[in-house]
């Protein structure tokens, strides 16, 4: 099923949007308030509903969407218990037919859907119906997979997965997604969008590192040392003019009251608040400390918006590897 180009067009638009939205917010006050999330996911969820029934792709697939709109729910609202259902609310009684609606999806798109060559799925042979549904099945995986890692606290940041998981409901598969400029054309097995979103941005994460690093070395902050081990993740600033804002002060005064002592820490040894971090910055200007090493924080959010033009101009980086 390709990708249709006027919705195509509105639904990376709307992404961009989004995400830039989300990233800014982020960056600028370490959280992304939940109606965020909430309000993107009615166009995104219009959008797909559109497409699915313009395309005449089926009612289980359309059904289905439910199921991924159900998943995203658990974001922020918890599922309804059935034992107490005559107490359920107007938002319990919608949570339970989006699930209802969902299972039904799977269960109809299970039945019609089963028979199916995974071959032929993985190569793109299959009917366009067939393999959106499939398509959605793993989209409602991927997302779960998130939601799991976020539980785990292997994905710390609740906004991470939050756009993980919209960035899935937008392109729940490669089908909603235009063909990449570099993209050979060759029929290969991708991961899902947001998967590769994810790992595009994890390699900008280690890449910011080196750049960092000559950055350091261009303004000649590295000459010790210490500065070394500290120039692949901060900058040094002019301790008069740190204020307080999304970073971590690294250099600071340690040892005893008799015996003070100035340090570089990779890791700040307490979190900063605005309080703190004045008289943190008295204490260094007491020691006769002119510059500090400061790391800016930069919240993976950031890096998830730009990983939005590597994703759409070259697709899954793991299919250039496979190749």
Same mark, same amino acid.
């Given at each position: 099923?390709?990708?249709?180009?006027?919705?195509?067009?509105?639904?990376?638009?709307?992404?961009?949007?989004?995400?830039?939205?989300?990233?800014?917010?982020?960056?600028?006050?370490?959280?992304?308030?939940?109606?965020?999330?909430?309000?993107?996911?009615?166009?995104? $969820?219009?959008?797909?509903? %559109?497409?699915?029934?313009? $395309?005449?792709?089926?009612?289980?697939?359309?059904?289905?969407?439910?199921?991924?709109?159900?998943? %995203? /729910?658990?974001?922020?609202?918890?599922?309804?218990?059935?034992?107490? %259902? @005559?107490?359920?609310?107007?938002?319990?009684?919608?949570?339970?037919?989006?699930?209802?609606?969902?299972?039904?999806?799977?269960?109809?798109?299970?039945?019609?859907?089963?028979?199916?060559?995974?071959?032929?799925?993985?190569?793109?042979?299959?009917? *366009?119906?067939?393999?959106?549904?499939?398509?959605?099945?793993?989209?409602?995986?991927?997302?779960?997979?998130?939601? /799991?890692?976020?539980?785990?606290?292997?994905?710390?940041?609740?906004?991470?997965?939050?756009?993980?998981?919209?960035?899935?409901?937008?392109?729940?598969?490669?089908?909603?997604?235009?063909?990449?400029?570099?993209?050979?054309?060759?029929?290969?097995?991708?991961?899902?969008?947001?998967?590769?979103?994810?790992?595009?941005?994890?390699?900008?994460?280690?890449?910011?590192?080196?750049?960092?690093?000559?950055? *350091?070395? !261009?303004?000649?902050?590295?000459?010790?040392?210490?500065?070394?081990?500290?120039?692949?993740?901060?900058?040094?600033?002019?301790?008069? @003019?740190?204020?307080?804002?999304?970073?971590?002060?690294? $250099?600071?005064? !340690?040892?005893?009251?008799?015996?003070?002592?100035?340090?570089?820490?990779?890791?700040?040894?307490?979190?900063?608040?605005?309080?703190?971090?004045?008289?943190?910055?008295?204490?260094?200007?007491?020691?006769?400390?002119?510059?500090?090493?400061?790391?800016?924080?930069?919240?993976?959010?950031?890096?998830? %918006?730009?990983?939005?033009?590597?994703?759409?101009?070259?697709?899954?980086?793991?299919?250039?590897?496979?190749?």
């Amino acid at each position: 099923m390709p990708a249709d180009p006027f919705l195509s067009t509105l639904r990376i638009s709307m992404i961009f949007s989004c995400m830039f939205i989300a990233a800014r917010s982020d960056f600028q006050t370490l959280s992304v308030r939940d109606m965020h999330w909430k309000i993107w996911a009615i166009p995104a $969820t219009i959008i797909l509903v %559109f497409e699915t029934a313009s $395309t005449n792709s089926g009612f289980a697939n359309l059904l289905t969407i439910s199921a991924m709109i159900a998943v %995203f /729910s658990t974001c922020f609202y918890r599922i309804p218990e059935l034992r107490s %259902f @005559r107490d359920w609310q107007r938002e319990q009684v919608t949570l339970s037919l989006i699930y209802l609606i969902g299972i039904a999806g799977i269960f109809l798109g299970g039945i019609e859907y089963s028979d199916t060559d995974f071959v032929n799925l993985i190569l793109g042979e299959e009917s *366009n119906e067939t393999m959106l549904w499939w398509g959605s099945l793993g989209a409602i995986l991927t997302m779960v997979l998130y939601l /799991s890692a976020w539980k785990a606290r292997i994905i710390p940041g609740g906004a991470d997965v939050k756009a993980l998981i919209l960035v899935t409901l937008f392109f729940p598969s490669w089908a909603f997604i235009p063909e990449q400029m570099y993209f050979s054309g060759e029929n290969t097995f991708r991961i899902p969008p947001s998967m590769a979103l994810f790992l595009w941005a994890g390699a900008s994460f280690i890449i910011a590192a080196p750049i960092i690093f000559l950055s *350091n070395v !261009a303004r000649g902050d590295v000459s010790t040392a210490p500065d070394f081990k500290m120039a692949w993740h901060a900058t040094k600033k002019p301790v008069s @003019r740190i204020i307080a804002g999304p970073s971590w002060i690294l $250099t600071e005064v !340690a040892g005893t009251e008799d015996e003070p002592r100035v340090v570089n820490r990779i890791l700040p040894s307490n979190p900063s608040s605005s309080g703190s971090i004045q008289e943190e910055l008295e204490r260094l200007e007491s020691m006769g400390v002119e510059e500090a090493w400061v790391a800016t924080k930069h919240p993976f959010l950031v890096y998830l %918006f730009f990983a939005l033009f590597p994703l759409l101009l070259l697709g899954d980086p793991l299919a250039y590897l496979l190749k």
